[in-house]
Structure formats: C-alpha cells, structure tokens
C-alpha cells in the first residue's frame, strides 16, 4: 500500500527562505571572492560550504516538512555523504567563477557536475531515510528534476559570473537585482528538490521489527536546522559586510599611500624621511636630484651624509637635545641650511621639518629645496642696490651703509678720503665717454692696488671716489695719499693711447671733523676742491675755515640769483677822460653789488662767482642794458659824450646769443653802435678760431672793440694784427709803480708806441696821482681813467660830475 503524506506548510515556506537566502549570501560571497583576489581561496571554500550547507539545509527542511504518519530516521553516512554532494557543487561553482571561466562549454560542464552532485545530494539524502516504507521512483520525474538542476546550474553560474564582473555598487538598484536573482534562484533551487520529492512514491510494508535509532520530531528538527542556518547566513552577511568595509578602508588607505608615494615622487621639492636617530627612510626623486645620491644609496644611511661638516655635530646635539625634551626649536618653522652634494659641493638649501609619532617613535619628514637660484638672484639683487656698474666696486648705498657701520665700530680714529681726477673732463671730451670709462675703471683698479685689507673703497660718482681707512689717524691718511697721488701721475695706456691725470684728495678725521657719514664724506668734499683750487694732483685736510669760505660763497651765490632777479645790481660810472685836455669822453659801467646782509661785495669776488655758475650772461645783460639806457638819457640831456664802454667776460663772449643780444639792447635803448664799446679780456681772443668770427659781426655793426688789461696775460702781437681792434688799455699794474720802477716804464712806451704804430687808442686804467698823470701825458697817452680825476660814481652821482664838467 503506498503511502501518502502531507507538507507542513510552514516548513516548506521556512525551505524557501532558506533557500533564498543561501542563494543571497552565495551571490554576496561572489562578489568578495571577485573583488578581493588575494583572498579568493578562504571566500571559496567559505562559499562553498555555505551554499552547499543552504542547499542541503534547504533539502532536509524540505523532507522533513513531508509528514508520511511514520516513524522516520537517517543514515547518518548517506547524510553526511549528501552534504558532501551539497558542498562539491557550490565548490565547483565557485570554482569555476574563481578562474574566470566564462566560456559556454566552461559553463555547461560546471552547470553538469554541479547537477549531478545536488541530484546525488537529493536522492542521497532521500535514500538515508530508514522507515517502514520502500521508495519508488518516477523515472520522467526523476529526469525532470535532473534537468531543473541542470538548468538551475547554468543560470546560477551565469548569475554568479556576472556578479563577479560587476564592479562593486551599493546603489539601490543592484541591491534589488541581487535579491531578484536571489529568489530566482532560491526559487529553482526549491522547484528542483519538490519534483524530486513528487517523483518518490512511499509503498508501506509490514514489519515486525520497530525503526532503531533516535527519533527527533521533524518539525522541532527542521526549525533546528533552519535557525543555525539562518544564523549562520546572518553571520556571513556581516562578515562579509564588514570585511568589504575593512577592504573599502583598506583600499582608501591603499589609494591615499599610493597618491602620497606618486605626489612625493613627482614633487619639485626634495622629500627625506628619518627616524630619531637620523637615519634615512624615505628618499624621493627630487632628492636624489637635489643631493645626487640615490634613494639605494641612502635609505638605511645617516642623514650626517649630505650635511658639511660643520653642520654634523650641531644636528647630533639637536637630535639628543629632541631624546630627552621632544622638542625641536626648527620644526614647524622653515630654516636656512646647506646641504652636502655627491660630488663634495655644498649648496644653500631651505628646510622645513615635522614630526610623526607612532607607538613612541617620533619619524621626521623634512621638505628641502634648493635655494641656489634664489640666492644667486638676491646676490644680483645686492650687487645692483650696492654695486657700481662700471668699476664694480661698492656705491653710494654701500658706502653710507658701510661708513656708517665703521663709525659704530671703530674704537680709534678713522680715516675718509674723498679723491677726484683732475682733467679728466677733457678726457671725455677729446677721446669720448667710452675712453673715459675705461679710464676709470683702470684709475680704481690702480687705487684699490693701493690699499690694505680691511680699507673699504666706493665710487661716489662720475670720477669721484670716496675711500675710508679705519683705525687710521692724520700721518697714516697723509701718506697713504701720497700713494694715490703717485699712483694717478703715473701714465695710463689705455688701448695704445697715453693719457696723463693727477689726483686731489680732501681728508676728514673722525671724530674731529665730523661723527656722521654725510658730515665726514661733506667735509672731505671740500677739502678735495680745496686741494684743486691749489692747482690739483696734491691732498688737503679738512678746516673750519675751508667751511666758512664754502659757507659765504654758497650765501653769494643764493643771494647773487636774487639780485639778478631783484636788480639788486648796481652800476656805477667811471669817468674815461681826455689827457689833453681833461674833458669826459665816455664812462666805463661797472657792476657793485651791496649784499643787504654781508655788505659791499667786491667784483673780484662776485664776478669769478657769476662766471662760475653761469650767472654772469643775466647779469651782463642787465648791465649792458642799464649802462646804454643811462647813455641815451645823458646825450638826451645835452651831454657830449664819445661813447660806453662795456665789459663782458669769456662766458658772455662765448655765448651764441651775444651779438643778437648787442643788437637787440641797441635797438631798445636807441644808442647807435659806435657808441657802445665792448672791452674783451685776453682770455676770450686767446681762442681766435671762435674769437675772430664775433669780433668780426660786432665789427660790422659798428660796434667799437677794445682789449682790455692788455701785457698781463699771455699777450701776443698777433692780436694786434689779426684782430679787429680798436683800442687797447693798459693795466693798472704797469701804471702804479710807474715812477718807479723802468721796466714797467718800457712796457707802458711800448705799447703807446705801438698803438699808435698800428692806429689803435690807447687808455690808462688805475691813473691815481698826478705824477703818473704827467708821465702818460708826457709820453702822448690820449686818454685815462682812474681815481686822479675820480672813483666809480653811481648814476646819480655821475650825471652831476657832467654837469659840473660842462660848466667849468
């Protein structure tokens, strides 16, 4: 008789679930296995066990839902034989997904083994039942639940590679996929073992011997079976959970280290890591770059390797100092060091250091960058701020830097000497600035020959050098000029050429002259134009007096512009008188300055000054304006009057606008030109080739020409001959001792002989007494002036001399 059972309903729901849910965790543990290769082995054997354990859970649930109204127990041998069934054909799936064999024909004979081995689990486990009944088989059945196993072989190994290709997501799509194939799965799992289980037919047969063995109630058993299953499913979730966690750290950690080690090599800087003995762990590219050594040659070395000598024993002490303090004045800061390179150079190098603790053991990372460059451009820098371009020797920033510096210091005297070249204008001017140049640079290098260590030299300017000798008093400044001097006068050969200049020096003492830069170079200054004014190629000390004298002529020339400006000039007449007959014939107009704070200032003193800064071409402008205004206005008043005369320095004479500026004051003024007599000194017709010309256009415009102080300079008869003169005048000098001394008695015959020889007037400056007064008269001098008949008179005072002079 066959008998018929029933299915617990709860139990065979409980085998779906547990179907599913081995099915889940199997497509979970596929996709560690694939996305963690270098623990593939222990997720297959894991997987394997607990898919097979799933599956054979899932069948034993399922029989024991299957209540026949019999006693039933199992052949624990054929139990444990289908378990091994279960678990070699997870085994081959997750085998064959392991090595990537995605083929069709990898998969039909997987998807075939692994039939075979769930068809032998089935009916094996089914066969371990003992009871009272004999088991019959449904051949097509049988055949149909093989052939769902075969089927659900191939789609799980489809499923399972899949997911093994699938990058690891956490999206919620993947997650629905994977329970979707999950049930599936389950599903078929489910279908294949119940077609079995409806392929056995149970015929009962009598027996008088009870079933041995332990009876379990089924129910109790399945719930059993299916809690430790469960748990065990539980239990691999979060494993597997949290190993993908612990990966996903790992790997980020993987991927920081790698970026790390990938930005440490590509950095520019170099990247050298220690320990707190100073022995080198880490050694990047750019290091190897930098020190020339490489990261083999290194690691594992003392970083005293690259460091110069003189930097060891300072960092053994720091590192001994960090043992005992842990603390290091250097880290967190960036330092200025030099590093030691393969070849034996040293270089400058910038460091910036920091620490890691790591189970107390402090590691030390430091950031190192050449700085060569930068040093070599700030090197440039300086050189430009305080370098002289062309003699490369320190400049005026340099110099006061200096100065200043040595005045701090110095415990004794010190020295400043203030040297210029004397001539060397022409130099430049004849040869051109490029001579010139290299002149100076010759004459410093000559100079700088010259002087001890320890003495400092700057260019000032131009050809003005400024030296400074400390510890140095009067004796020793005096002789160490004395070699400067000897030094410059000895010819220079520049590029075959011959060239000849001295050198004047102005000295200044400190403390005495001065206790700052600017007073020391200042006073040493004037002292060196003093040293010129003496004639050159010699040194001079400082004095007060030399401040004075530079005091008041710096208060004449300021007040000298305002004058100019002011008409603070005044000019004053001195009548040019007939010897004969001692009637006027025309006034000399002279220039007299009364300086409202210093008071009368002589024209040998002012005139010089005006030539000197120019100011004489104002000044001669206004003079010869003023001097033919007041002409006109005497001849308007009835005055017989020959002429004016008018002197005019080199400066004036050489200045392209003089004749224009005769012509134009004529103009203005009414006078005619051959009223208006201009005095020239020799200095002016020394020049002819630019004399001559001038003299020739004011000749032309009837302008009268005369040469005055003639016999005291470097008098030539050729101007006699060649220029277009008119009158000459003889210098006071021979006129005052005239009576008693012969020789000048000679000179003034000859020229009054002369003149009248060549058809030129003649007049005597300075006549003072009547004794001088005959003689001239005596040897047929025409004209005089002088203060025998009277000094310079201002206008006022002149204008009445005239009337006076036509009344008598």
Same mark, same amino acid.
């Given at each position: 008789?066959?008998?018929?059972?029933?299915?617990?309903? #709860?139990?065979?729901?409980?085998?779906?679930?547990?179907?599913?849910?081995?099915?889940?965790?199997?497509?979970?543990?596929?996709?560690?296995? /694939?996305?963690?290769?270098?623990?593939?082995?222990?997720?297959?054997?894991?997987?394997?066990?607990?898919?097979?354990?799933?599956?054979?859970?899932?069948?034993?649930? %399922?029989?024991?839902?299957?209540?026949?109204?019999?006693?039933?127990?199992?052949?624990?041998v054929l139990v444990v034989l289908s378990i091994i069934a279960a678990v070699a054909s997870s085994?081959?799936?997750?085998?064959?997904?392991?090595?990537?064999?995605?083929?069709?024909?990898?998969?039909? +004979?997987?998807?075939?083994?692994? %039939?075979?081995?769930?068809?032998?689990? @089935?009916?094996?486990?089914?066969?371990?039942?003992?009871?009272? %009944?004999?088991?019959?088989?449904?051949?097509?059945?049988?055949?149909?639940?093989?052939?769902?196993?075969?089927?659900?072989?191939?789609?799980?190994?489809?499923?399972?590679?899949?997911?093994?290709?699938?990058?690891?997501?956490?999206?919620?799509?993947?997650?629905?996929?994977?329970?979707?194939? /999950?049930?599936?799965?389950?599903?078929?799992?489910?279908?294949?073992?119940?077609?079995?289980?409806?392929?056995?037919?149970?015929?009962?047969? &009598? /027996?008088?011997?009870?079933?041995?063995?332990?009876?379990?109630?089924?129910?109790?058993?399945?719930?059993?079976?299916?809690?430790?299953?469960?748990?065990?499913?539980?239990?691999?979730?979060?494993?597997?959970?949290?190993?993908?966690?612990?990966?996903?750290?790992?790997?980020?950690?993987?991927?920081?280290?790698?970026?790390?080690?990938?930005?440490?090599?590509?950095?520019?800087?170099?990247?050298?890591?220690?320990?707190?003995?100073?022995?080198?762990?880490? #050694?990047?590219?750019?290091?190897?770059?930098?020190?020339?050594?490489?990261?083999?040659?290194?690691?594992?070395?003392?970083?005293?390797?690259?460091? &110069?000598?003189?930097?060891?024993?300072?960092?053994?002490?720091?590192?001994?100092?960090?043992?005992?303090?842990?603390?290091?004045?250097?880290?967190?800061?960036?330092?200025?060091?030099?590093?030691?390179?393969?070849?034996?150079?040293?270089?400058?190098?910038?460091?910036?250091?920091? +620490?890691?603790?790591?189970?107390?053991?402090?590691?030390?990372?430091?950031?190192?960058?050449?700085?060569?460059?930068?040093?070599?451009?700030?090197?440039?820098?300086?050189?430009?701020?305080?370098?002289?371009?062309?003699? @490369?020797?320190?400049?005026?920033?340099?110099?006061?830097?200096?100065?200043?510096?040595?005045?701090?210091d110095v415990q004794e005297n010190l020295a400043v000497m203030f040297l210029d070249f004397d001539?060397?204008?022409?130099?430049?001017?004849?040869?051109? @600035?490029?001579?010139?140049?290299?002149?100076?640079?010759?004459?410093?290098?000559?100079?700088?020959?010259?002087?001890?260590?320890?003495?400092?030299?700057?260019?000032?300017?131009?050809?003005?050098?400024?030296?400074?000798?400390?510890?140095?008093?009067?004796?020793? %400044?005096?002789?160490?000029?004395?070699?400067?001097?000897?030094?410059?006068?000895? *010819?220079?050969?520049?590029?075959?050429?011959?060239?000849?200049?001295?050198?004047?020096?102005?000295?200044?003492?400190?403390?005495?002259?001065?206790?700052?830069?600017?007073?020391?170079?200042?006073?040493?200054?004037?002292?060196?134009?003093?040293?010129?004014?003496?004639?050159?190629?010699?040194?001079?000390?400082?004095?007060?007096?030399?401040?004075?004298?530079?005091?008041?002529?710096?208060?004449?020339?300021?007040?000298?512009?305002?004058?100019?400006?002011?008409?603070?000039?005044?000019?004053?007449?001195?009548?040019?008188?007939?010897?004969?007959?001692?009637?006027?014939?025309?006034?000399?107009?002279?220039?007299? #300055?009364?300086?409202?704070?210093?008071?009368?200032?002589? *024209?040998?003193?002012?005139?010089?000054?005006?030539?000197?800064?120019?100011?004489?071409? *104002?000044?001669?402008?206004?003079?010869?304006?003023?001097?033919?205004?007041?002409?006109?206005?005497?001849?308007?008043?009835?005055?017989?009057?020959?002429?004016?005369?008018?002197?005019?320095?080199?400066?004036?004479?050489?200045?392209?606008?003089?004749?224009?500026?005769?012509?134009?004051?004529?103009?203005?003024?009414?006078?005619? *030109?051959?009223?208006?007599?201009?005095?020239? +000194?020799?200095?002016?017709?020394?020049?002819?080739?630019?004399?001559?010309?001038?003299?020739?256009?004011?000749?032309?415009?009837?302008?009268?020409?005369?040469?005055?102080?003639?016999?005291?300079?470097?008098?030539?008869?050729?101007?006699?001959?060649?220029?277009?003169?008119?009158?000459?005048?003889?210098?006071?000098?021979?006129?005052?001792?005239?009576?008693?001394?012969?020789?000048?008695?000679?000179?003034?015959?000859?020229?009054?002989?002369?003149?009248?020889?060549?058809?030129?007037?003649?007049?005597?400056?300075?006549?003072?007494?009547?004794?001088?007064?005959?003689?001239?008269?005596?040897?047929?001098?025409?004209?005089?002036?002088?203060?025998?008949?009277?000094?310079?008179?201002?206008?006022?005072?002149?204008s009445a001399l005239l009337t006076r002079s036509m009344a008598m």
């Open positions: 008789m066959e008998a018929v059972g029933e299915y617990n309903g #709860w139990l065979v729901l409980l085998s779906v679930v547990v179907s599913i849910l081995s099915s889940y965790t199997a497509l979970q543990i596929v996709k560690r296995m /694939s996305s963690v290769q270098h623990t593939r082995y222990k997720w297959l054997i894991l997987g394997s066990l607990t898919f097979g354990g799933g599956i054979w859970s899932m069948h034993f649930i %399922a029989m024991l839902a299957y209540d026949m109204g019999m006693p039933v127990v199992y052949d624990v085994f081959i799936a997750f085998f064959i997904i392991s090595k990537g064999l995605d083929k069709k024909a990898w998969r039909f +004979t997987g998807a075939l083994l692994i %039939a075979l081995s769930i068809v032998s689990m @089935h009916y094996i486990g089914m066969d371990a039942m003992k009871m009272n %009944a004999l088991i019959e088989y449904n051949p097509w059945l049988v055949a149909t639940s093989g052939a769902i196993a075969l089927a659900v072989s191939f789609v799980g190994l489809r499923i399972f590679s899949l997911y093994a290709q699938k990058e690891k997501s956490d999206n919620k799509k993947d997650h629905l996929k994977g329970w979707g194939s /999950s049930t599936f799965m389950g599903m078929a799992i489910c279908g294949m073992h119940y077609t079995g289980m409806e392929s056995a037919a149970f015929l009962m047969e &009598p /027996s008088e011997s009870p079933i041995s063995g332990p009876v379990v109630d089924p129910t109790m058993l399945a719930w059993l079976i299916a809690g430790g299953v469960l748990l065990t499913i539980g239990f691999l979730i979060a494993l597997i959970k949290f190993d993908t966690e612990i990966e996903t750290t790992n790997t980020r950690l993987e991927v920081a280290n790698e970026m790390y080690r990938s930005i440490l090599e590509s950095a520019n800087d170099a990247v050298v890591t220690s320990d707190e003995q100073g022995i080198v762990l880490a #050694w990047n590219k750019s290091a190897e770059r930098t020190f020339g050594y490489r990261a083999d040659e290194m690691i594992g070395e003392l970083l005293t390797k690259v460091m &110069p000598a003189h930097f060891r024993d300072p960092h053994q002490k720091a590192i001994e100092r960090y043992k005992q303090t842990k603390h290091a004045y250097v880290i967190g800061k960036t330092v200025e060091l030099e590093g030691l390179h393969k070849d034996g150079s040293t270089f400058p190098m910038e460091l910036s250091l920091s +620490t890691v603790e790591d189970e107390g053991t402090t590691y030390f990372t430091g950031i190192i960058r050449d700085i060569t460059e930068r040093f070599e451009n700030e090197k440039r820098i300086r050189e430009l701020v305080y370098k002289d371009d062309l003699t @490369h020797l320190p400049n005026r920033r340099a110099l006061y830097e200096q100065l200043a510096g040595y005045i701090q001539r060397f204008k022409q130099v430049n001017d004849v040869y051109g @600035h490029r001579m010139g140049d290299l002149l100076l640079n010759e004459g410093a290098v000559r100079v700088k020959s010259r002087l001890s260590e320890g003495y400092f030299m700057a260019r000032q300017s131009g050809d003005e050098f400024i030296i400074v000798l400390p510890c140095t008093g009067a004796e020793g %400044a005096k002789d160490i000029a004395k070699l400067i001097i000897e030094e410059i006068a000895t *010819p220079f050969t520049i590029e075959e050429r011959d060239l000849y200049i001295s050198g004047s020096i102005g000295i200044s003492l400190y403390p005495d002259d001065g206790t700052t830069p600017d007073l020391l170079i200042k006073r040493a200054d004037t002292s060196m134009y003093q040293a010129k004014q003496k004639g050159g190629g010699q040194y001079c000390f400082y004095t007060e007096e030399m401040d004075q004298h530079i005091a008041r002529k710096l208060q004449l020339e300021n007040g000298l512009r305002k004058a100019i400006e002011q008409e603070g000039i005044g000019v004053h007449y001195q009548p040019q008188v007939d010897v004969s007959s001692g009637r006027i014939i025309g006034f000399e107009a002279l220039a007299r #300055w009364n300086h409202p704070e210093l008071g009368f200032v002589g *024209p040998d003193e002012f005139i010089p000054l005006a030539e000197e800064t120019k100011l004489i071409v *104002p000044l001669g402008e206004k003079i010869l304006f003023e001097a033919c205004h007041q002409y006109r206005q005497w001849m308007k008043e009835g005055h017989n009057l020959e002429r004016i005369s008018v002197n005019l320095s080199a400066i004036q004479f050489m200045d392209p606008t003089i004749v224009s500026t005769v012509e134009r004051v004529l103009k203005e003024t009414g006078v005619a *030109p051959e009223h208006l007599e201009i005095e020239l +000194t020799e200095s002016i017709v020394q020049d002819s080739i630019q004399a001559v010309p001038v003299m020739n256009r004011m000749k032309t415009m009837g302008v009268q020409l005369a040469l005055d102080d003639f016999g005291t300079g470097f008098s030539s008869l050729s101007y006699l001959k060649d220029f277009p003169l008119d009158t000459l005048k003889v210098d006071r000098s021979f006129i005052q001792t005239i009576h008693e001394n012969e020789k000048d008695r000679a000179v003034v015959d000859t020229v009054i002989q002369l003149a009248e020889r060549l058809g030129l007037s003649v007049i005597a400056e300075g006549v003072e007494t009547e004794v001088q007064l005959d003689y001239l008269r005596s040897r047929g001098c025409a004209e005089y002036q002088g203060y025998v008949f009277s000094k310079p008179l201002n206008k006022t005072e002149a």
